[in-house]
Every structure is written in structure tokens, then in C-alpha cells.
């Protein structure tokens, strides 16, 4: 038998056919055709030790072995390509394959011998990762384990950046995209970004098991994060986790996370970033380089394969983007006011002393209560001082106060006295508009309420006595103490009056102290 290991070795090391021809033995039409094929059938050196001659014969001159087999030889490339498709399998494609042979009279393989003989060809010819992985089937997802630094154009400061990683397995086609944390938000953000670049998703989503995928994986159950499987519901696709200490689950996320390391991270080490936009910038032209890189081992690029194989069984998207959320848990506290970390919205008061579940997007605020929601605000996108309050989640003692304007406060403070009207004026008019004050003068209403006009009136004079900015806090702090009905002394008068008159003087105390001074 010919030798076709020996001579798709000596072709690997470059040497010319006639020196192959005469270290085998054997014709220049013998080694020309083996190379042919051999190219035909993409099968390159070097080959795995237990892969004979025989094996590499029936490969590459089936006829040639039919002759001397009673058996049919399977149809590979047919099995490969049928492989690709959803749901079938090599026990399906074994009892076609029987069919044919006996309408032929011939005898077919056994079902183990059959399957043996599609992975060892499938070995031979590079093409072991459809094995594992159909088209469509699953995108592996990741955190590289380096980063990249940014620094701030002004101080010199160091930050990190983050880079998110996206495999499709059957193709390795890849996507990746720099972060400022790996916090859920990030995390969603990314596959929606993902998903849009392959411009599908796939049946299966395959994450690590850090905290913005899973809340819990033990050998009996898997408690997914609740924002993450939303995202799995809105793109009809399953979360798979990859099992604790079983680095072969994700195998091609962690070989796909090296390679961007290397050809991303590290290809931009030299590189200084001042932005995150920067950071991003240069991340994708690095990833078009790497999706157009020519594989080694067997013809195309990802990005080709990607679009001959794999594309055409990606799940189609929604037609709206996936709005990332962010699921949290609270307790109501006595003022019903929620919190989605730099902003506070109402809840209904009944609920307060009960656990509430928020959920929180770019623009919206959403509270749920056994499941249904209670509650939905507009997200505030700046910090503001006052809350975002409803009246129908307000008692009907505190609704009044909601229901008044600008007028309606100003009688009120008639009523009171000429102290109240200066305090409510300020309140009115510190503001660019007048509504910036309605909750100081409702908060006002409700302390002349519980410690009476009179007393009220009082206390708006003693605050403004100490200054010319008056405030809520200030006048309940001056009823609770109850200094509005001390006596009207120099205390309350002095500030006023002579706080400008002198400087800062020393008595005779304090140079006595030190001993006598000329």
C-alpha cells in the first residue's frame, strides 16, 4: 500500500514531487493525485498517530476501495453537510443510509462502525467542531481575564476597561466590545450589541457562572439572574450555564477569549487610551482583522464561515432592541418613596413595611408587588433634590397639599402672618419656577397643622432672624425645640441687627490667659 502519511509529510516540509517520488518509490502520477486529493478533501499534515493508510485510501480513492469491500462506503461530505441541519442526527442519517444499501443488495456498516468511521473522516479533514457545535445551535459569552487601561487626560489616573467576549462555536465567528464595568447593565447591554453584530441569536446562550448570569449552580439546580433571563425570554433562546469546574463546557469561549487577548488586548498594548469611545474604537478594527484572519488548518475565514454555515439558522431578532433591566429587591420605608440608586419614586402608601421587587431600564422605573406592578415612573436621568411623587400613590391627607398652586399657598400664608408670606415667597421664588417650591410650602402647611399658626408664625420669624435663606429644616427644628415661644431676647435680634458691626475681637480673658501684654 501506498504510504500517504509519508507523503503528505515530505509535501508539508516543502519538498519538490520528484524527491517525493523517489523516497517513496512510487510514480509522479501517484504522489500528484494523493496531493490532489488530498488538497480536494482539505487534509493537511501533520495527521493524528492513529489514523492509517487504510483510513486515508478510503478517503481518498473510495472507488479504489470499493472494489474490494462488500460494504458501501458512507457518503461523508453528505453526512457532514446533513449534520448541520436542526434535528437531525447520525442515528437518522445511519437508517437512510441502510435503506439505500439494501435496495442495492448491498451490506451496510453497523450503526457504531458508521458513526466511528464519519468522526474519524471528520477528524482527518479538520472538521471536528461541527461535530460538537451545529450552525445556530449556541453562543458561548465571556469576560477576558486582561484589560485595557485608560488613563484621564488631565490627572494621569488609571481605569479599566473590560472586554466582553462572544463566540459562535461552529463558525468562531466572534464579537467583542469594551466596558467600564462588568455590572448587569454591561452585561445585557453587550449581548443585545452581540446579537445585533451577528444579526441573529441562537437556541442556546452559554455563559460563565459570574454573578450577572447566574445567582446559584449546584449539582441539583440553577438559579438564573432574574435581568438575564428576561433578556433569554425577549430573544426566544435558552441559558445554559457552562458547569462549575468544567472548563470543556466552554472550550471555544475560552479559546476565542485567548485569541482576542492576543489579537486585540495585546495587539494594542503599545497603545494609549484616553476615553472609553477611544478604547472601543480601536477594539473594532481589531475584531474585523480577527474575523478576517484565513484559518490555518482548513480554507475561509470566520467571517466566511459565518456566512456560508452558520447564518442562515440564527434565530431572527425582535424588530425592537432588548431594553436591558436591572432587578432589585426592597422594603417600602414610612415616606413610600423607592430608591433606583441616585433618584427616589413613590409606591403606593399602603405598601409601606412591605418588600417590593424594582425593575429599573434606561428610561423607566417599574415596581412589582406579588408579581403585578404597582407602580411605573419615567426614569429621572439626572440627580434631583426632590422625588418623583404621585398623588394617587399619596394618603388623602397628603394629597390636599398636592393640589395647591402658587395662589393657593400664598393666601394660606396671609392667614398665618407676614413672617409665613416671606418664608413662602422665598420658597416661590428661589426657584426657576414656582413649582420648585410647592413641596417646601405643602411641608410648611403640615407643620402649621401639627404645633398651630400661631406658633408657626413664630418660628418663621426666629429663622429669619438667623438668615436670609430660610428652610424646612431649619423652622421644624425651631418648633420641635419649642424656641419659638421662648422670650424674644438680643439672641434672636443681635444677628440681625449688629452682625456686621464688629470685627473679630479677643476680651481680656484671653490675653490674661497668656500673661500680661504691653
Same mark, same amino acid.
Given at each position: @500500500?501506498?504510504?500517504?502519511?509519508?507523503?503528505?509529510?515530505?509535501?508539508?516540509?516543502?519538498?519538490?514531487?520528484?524527491?517525493?517520488?523517489?523516497?517513496?518509490?512510487?510514480?509522479?502520477?501517484?504522489?500528484?493525485?494523493?496531493?490532489?486529493?488530498?488538497?480536494?478533501?482539505?487534509?493537511?499534515?501533520?495527521?493524528?498517530?492513529?489514523?492509517?493508510?487504510?483510513?486515508?485510501?478510503?478517503?481518498?480513492?473510495?472507488?479504489?476501495?470499493?472494489?474490494?469491500?462488500?460494504?458501501?462506503?458512507?457518503?461523508?461530505?453528505?453526512?457532514?453537510?446533513?449534520?448541520?441541519?436542526?434535528?437531525?442526527?447520525? +442515528?437518522?442519517?445511519?437508517?437512510?443510509?441502510?435503506?439505500?444499501?439494501? !435496495?442495492?443488495?448491498?451490506?451496510?456498516?453497523?450503526?457504531?462502525?458508521?458513526?466511528?468511521?464519519?468522526?474519524?473522516?471528520?477528524?482527518?479533514? %479538520?472538521?471536528?467542531?461541527?461535530?460538537?457545535?451545529?450552525?445556530? =445551535?449556541?453562543?458561548?459569552?465571556?469576560?477576558?481575564?486582561?484589560?485595557?487601561?485608560?488613563? =484621564?487626560?488631565?490627572?494621569?489616573?488609571?481605569?479599566?476597561?473590560?472586554? #466582553?467576549?462572544?463566540?459562535?462555536?461552529?463558525?468562531?465567528?466572534?464579537?467583542?466590545?469594551?466596558?467600564?464595568?462588568?455590572?448587569? !447593565?454591561?452585561?445585557?447591554?453587550?449581548?443585545?450589541?452581540?446579537?445585533?453584530?451577528?444579526?441573529?441569536?441562537?437556541?442556546?446562550?452559554?455563559?460563565?457562572?459570574?454573578?450577572?448570569?447566574?445567582?446559584?449552580?449546584?449539582?441539583?439546580?440553577?438559579?438564573?439572574?432574574?435581568?438575564?433571563?428576561?433578556?433569554?425570554?425577549?430573544?426566544?433562546?435558552?441559558?445554559?450555564?457552562?458547569?462549575?469546574?468544567?472548563?470543556?463546557?466552554?472550550?471555544?469561549?475560552?479559546?476565542?477569549?485567548?485569541?482576542?487577548? +492576543?489579537?486585540?488586548?495585546?495587539?494594542?498594548?503599545?497603545?494609549? #487610551? #484616553?476615553?472609553?469611545?477611544?478604547?472601543?474604537?480601536?477594539?473594532?478594527?481589531?475584531?474585523?482583522?480577527?474575523?478576517?484572519?484565513?484559518?490555518?488548518?482548513?480554507?475561509?475565514?470566520?467571517?466566511?464561515?459565518?456566512?456560508?454555515?452558520?447564518?442562515?439558522?440564527? &434565530?431572527?431578532?425582535?424588530?425592537?432592541?432588548?431594553?436591558?433591566?436591572?432587578?432589585? @429587591?426592597?422594603?417600602?420605608?414610612?415616606?413610600?418613596?423607592?430608591?433606583?440608586?441616585?433618584?427616589?419614586?413613590?409606591?403606593?402608601?399602603? &405598601?409601606?413595611?412591605?418588600?417590593?421587587?424594582?425593575?429599573?431600564?434606561?428610561?423607566?422605573?417599574?415596581?412589582?408587588?406579588?408579581?403585578?406592578?404597582?407602580?411605573?415612573?419615567?426614569?429621572?436621568?439626572?440627580?434631583?433634590?426632590?422625588?418623583?411623587?404621585?398623588?394617587?400613590?399619596?394618603?388623602?391627607?397628603?394629597?390636599?397639599?398636592?393640589?395647591?398652586?402658587?395662589?393657593? #399657598?400664598?393666601?394660606?400664608? @396671609?392667614?398665618?402672618?407676614?413672617?409665613?408670606?416671606?418664608?413662602?415667597?422665598?420658597?416661590?421664588?428661589?426657584?426657576?419656577?414656582? !413649582?420648585?417650591?410647592?413641596?417646601?410650602?405643602?411641608?410648611? @402647611?403640615?407643620?402649621?397643622?401639627?404645633?398651630?399658626?400661631?406658633?408657626?408664625?413664630?418660628?418663621?420669624?426666629?429663622?429669619?432672624?438667623?438668615?436670609?435663606?430660610?428652610?424646612?429644616?431649619?423652622?421644624?427644628?425651631?418648633? %420641635?425645640?419649642?424656641?419659638?415661644?421662648?422670650?424674644?431676647?438680643?439672641?434672636?435680634?443681635?444677628?440681625?441687627?449688629?452682625?456686621?458691626?464688629?470685627?473679630?475681637?479677643?476680651?481680656?480673658?484671653?490675653?490674661?490667659?497668656?500673661?500680661?501684654?504691653?
Amino acid at each position: @500500500m501506498v504510504n500517504y502519511r509519508e507523503i503528505l509529510r515530505l509535501s508539508a516540509l516543502k519538498h519538490v514531487q520528484r524527491d517525493i517520488c523517489s523516497a517513496m518509490h512510487c510514480s509522479d502520477h501517484t504522489v500528484r493525485a494523493v496531493l490532489k486529493e488530498a488538497a480536494k478533501h482539505n487534509i493537511h499534515w501533520p495527521l493524528d498517530e492513529d489514523i492509517a493508510n487504510v483510513e486515508l485510501e478510503r478517503i481518498l480513492f473510495p472507488d479504489k476501495y470499493q472494489k474490494i469491500s462488500t460494504y458501501i462506503e458512507p457518503d461523508y461530505p453528505y453526512i457532514h453537510r446533513e449534520l448541520a441541519k436542526p434535528g437531525v442526527t447520525l +442515528t437518522l442519517l445511519w437508517e437512510e443510509y441502510c435503506r439505500k444499501c439494501y !435496495e442495492s443488495g448491498r451490506t451496510p456498516y453497523m450503526s457504531t462502525q458508521f458513526g466511528d468511521k464519519y468522526r474519524k473522516w471528520a477528524r482527518i479533514t %479538520k472538521a471536528t467542531m461541527r461535530i460538537q457545535h451545529k450552525p445556530g =445551535d449556541a453562543i458561548q459569552v465571556d469576560w477576558a481575564e486582561d484589560t485595557i487601561l485608560i488613563y =484621564d487626560s488631565v490627572t494621569g489616573e488609571q481605569s479599566a476597561a473590560y472586554l #466582553f467576549v462572544a463566540v459562535l462555536p461552529c463558525s468562531c465567528y466572534v464579537y467583542a466590545e469594551a466596558c467600564d464595568d462588568m455590572k448587569t !447593565e454591561n452585561w445585557m447591554n453587550r449581548h443585545v450589541h452581540a446579537f445585533n453584530y451577528f444579526g441573529g441569536a441562537a437556541r442556546l446562550l452559554i455563559p460563565d457562572n459570574c454573578k450577572t448570569a447566574t445567582v446559584s449552580n449546584t449539582r441539583y439546580e440553577i438559579v438564573l439572574n432574574r435581568s438575564y433571563q428576561e433578556l433569554a425570554d425577549y430573544y426566544n433562546t435558552a441559558i445554559v450555564p457552562a458547569r462549575v469546574r468544567r472548563p470543556k463546557d466552554k472550550s471555544s469561549a475560552e479559546a476565542s477569549v485567548r485569541f482576542a487577548e +492576543t489579537w486585540i488586548i495585546a495587539a494594542l498594548r503599545d497603545r494609549k #487610551f #484616553f476615553s472609553l469611545n477611544e478604547v472601543n474604537e480601536a477594539v473594532a478594527e481589531k475584531l474585523e482583522e480577527l474575523n478576517s484572519r484565513e484559518f490555518k488548518q482548513r480554507p475561509g475565514t470566520r467571517r466566511s464561515a459565518y456566512l456560508e454555515e452558520e447564518q442562515a439558522y440564527m &434565530l431572527p431578532l425582535p424588530a425592537v432592541p432588548f431594553e436591558a433591566a436591572v432587578w432589585s @429587591m426592597a422594603k417600602v420605608p414610612n415616606d413610600y418613596l423607592i430608591s433606583d440608586g441616585k433618584n427616589k419614586y413613590s409606591v403606593p402608601y399602603n &405598601l409601606i413595611g412591605e418588600k417590593v421587587d424594582i425593575r429599573v431600564t434606561k428610561n423607566l422605573v417599574e415596581v412589582y408587588y406579588h408579581g403585578s406592578r404597582v407602580a411605573s415612573h419615567r426614569r429621572l436621568q439626572t440627580l434631583q433634590h426632590d422625588p418623583l411623587v404621585k398623588l394617587e400613590h399619596m394618603p388623602e391627607s397628603h394629597q390636599k397639599y398636592m393640589t395647591c398652586n402658587e395662589d393657593d #399657598f400664598r393666601v394660606w400664608a @396671609m392667614s398665618v402672618g407676614p413672617m409665613a408670606e416671606r418664608v413662602v415667597a422665598f420658597f416661590l421664588e428661589s426657584g426657576k419656577a414656582p !413649582e420648585q417650591g410647592y413641596k417646601s410650602c405643602a411641608s410648611l @402647611m403640615k407643620l402649621g397643622e401639627r404645633y398651630s399658626k400661631e406658633r408657626l408664625e413664630m418660628a418663621c420669624m426666629r429663622a429669619l432672624a438667623y438668615g436670609t435663606t430660610p428652610s424646612i429644616r431649619n423652622i421644624n427644628s425651631i418648633l %420641635k425645640s419649642r424656641l419659638d415661644i421662648k422670650p424674644k431676647d438680643s439672641a434672636v435680634k443681635e444677628p440681625l441687627q449688629n452682625s456686621n458691626r464688629y470685627g473679630i475681637t479677643r476680651g481680656a480673658a484671653y490675653f490674661k490667659k497668656g500673661g500680661d501684654h504691653e
